[in-house]
């Protein structure tokens, strides 16, 4: 009897059938699977191989332990080739594509690589450090695919993002996750200083200049760098915005060989508890401007010093970055909508986006090849120069141009504001020149490098 109940039982279960395999063509059924979205978007990210020259000194002693406390690092330039890997998007079919800076910057040969194996060489067209972004174009390319680009302010923290591009060198890989956080600012690789998204979309060496994709299939970032302890990931990825590289393609297709930011002639700090509550708010947010430059578009039309930034264009700002990145995505000849609390009241104020000025009118000496620092190159300092360098707001000044052949040997780089040469006081050119003419075979000097004063000295 109680073979047959099981029996019966038996013979009334589905009989089961082979899964039928079909690709997704509803948002619904993609959300299943990431196949579709890939096949789409993958031949569009590259593998970039980059060679550069750089000159190294090599000590005759650098093998006697003995001599090398002696000596250091001094000795005659050789050349070494570098060569690094990384990633990159094209972003028209003609052939211009994003990628890093620390992957292309100052690279003597650059090759691509695509998902199908044709081979380019390419060229930097825009290129920009701080920035850590650079626009390249494929020599003869045409009819390429792209991915487009998605505003990246329409961004929500958990929405869904794909990695594309070449890890530890293994070939192209694609790697999930979500958008993990916004608006990150501050430096996070190299001298890159910005604005990021954050993704936990696993992000390894070689990734650098590839593709974070939503679900759209559009770019909205360029994975730059990561937090890690090991070398590989931890989940702490970080992209630069899509809107930034938008104006970059811009500038780079308008023949620009320097990327130009708004210029706004203003410091400020943000606003956090103490601060906040010394100024009579509720409650922290914004950037206090604590400095205005003679001429800057956000003093012309009348904030002040003491004034809390708190939007621009209806989204919040928080820091000096945030609003300088809001600046820079809305490019020179824009105009934004800031909105500030002054004495407790909000005002919202039209501030034009213009370049910097080259004002006052660069004074620039060279020293000849006969004085003691030959071929050293400084100028005074006016709101190009000190945008060029990324320099603090001066009223006067002598900055570092070109550091000449001894220059270079002895520290002295490019940026580096005198402040003292053999115990004078700099703040003009002509001051500079005078004291190194009166030098004879030695000079002691003190510069003012990313707001730390250093002392040099060089004796002929």
Do not use: C
């Not at 213009?354 to 004002?359: F, N």
């Not at 990313?450 to 004796?459: A, H, P």
């Amino acid at each position: 009897m109680l073979r047959a109940v099981i029996f019966a039982l038996l013979i009334t279960l589905p009989i089961p059938v082979k899964a039928e395999t079909r690709v997704p063509n509803t948002q619904a059924q993609i959300s299943l699977s990431f196949a579709p979205l890939v096949r789409e978007a993958a031949p569009a990210v590259v593998n970039i191989y980059a060679k550069r020259v750089v000159q190294t000194r090599v000590s005759p002693f650098a093998s006697d332990p003995f001599f090398r406390d002696f000596f250091g690092d001094s000795g005659v330039g050789r050349p070494q080739v570098q060569n690094s890997l990384g990633s990159g998007v094209i972003l028209s079919s003609d052939g211009y594509l994003v990628s890093n800076y620390h992957v292309v910057g100052e690279a003597s040969d650059i090759r691509v690589v695509m998902k199908d194996r044709r081979e380019y060489s390419a060229e930097v067209v825009l290129g920009d450090e701080a920035s850590d972004l650079a626009i390249l174009r494929l020599n003869g390319a045409k009819d390429l695919p792209f991915l487009a680009l998605r505003d990246s302010n329409t961004l929500d923290v958990g929405e869904l993002a794909l990695a594309i591009g070449n890890p530890f060198g293994v070939g192209q890989t694609v790697s999930s996750g979500i958008i993990s956080g916004l608006a990150r600012s501050g430096k996070v690789t190299g001298n890159a200083r910005g604005y990021f998204i954050q993704t936990d979309a696993p992000i390894n060496p070689g990734n650098s200049g590839g593709a974070l994709i939503g679900m759209d299939g559009a770019l909205i970032g360029v994975n730059t760098a990561i937090v890690t302890r090991s070398g590989g990931s931890n989940g702490i990825g970080f992209a630069i915005p899509a809107a930034m590289v938008a104006q970059f393609v811009r500038q780079a297709r308008a023949g620009a060989r320097q990327f130009q930011r708004p210029w706004a002639g203003m410091g400020g700090q943000t606003v956090d508890a103490d601060l906040a509550a010394s100024l009579g708010l509720d409650r922290p947010g914004g950037m206090v401007i604590t400095q205005l430059q003679g001429g800057s578009p956000f003093g012309e039309v009348g904030l002040g010093v003491g004034d809390v930034i708190i939007a621009a264009n209806g989204r919040e700002v928080n820091s000096p970055s945030e609003m300088l990145y809001y600046m820079t995505v809305a490019g020179i000849g824009a105009q934004i909508k800031v909105s500030a609390l002054r004495g407790g009241a909000a005002e919202t104020f039209t501030v034009a986006m213009i370049g910097p000025p080259e004002l006052p009118p660069r004074e620039e000496v060279t020293l000849s090849e006969r004085d003691v620092l030959p071929l050293l190159r400084f100028s005074n300092v006016n709101p190009a120069i000190l945008s060029q360098y990324q320099l603090p707001i001066l009223p006067e000044g002598v900055v570092v141009l070109d550091t000449g052949p001894i220059g270079a040997r002895i520290g002295l780089q490019r940026g580096d504001l005198l402040r003292e040469i053999n115990g004078r006081e700099i703040i003009r050119p002509r001051e500079a020149l005078r004291a190194f003419q009166d030098a004879r075979r030695s000079v002691s000097m003190v510069v003012e490098r990313g707001g730390q004063l250093v002392l040099l000295r060089f004796r002929l």
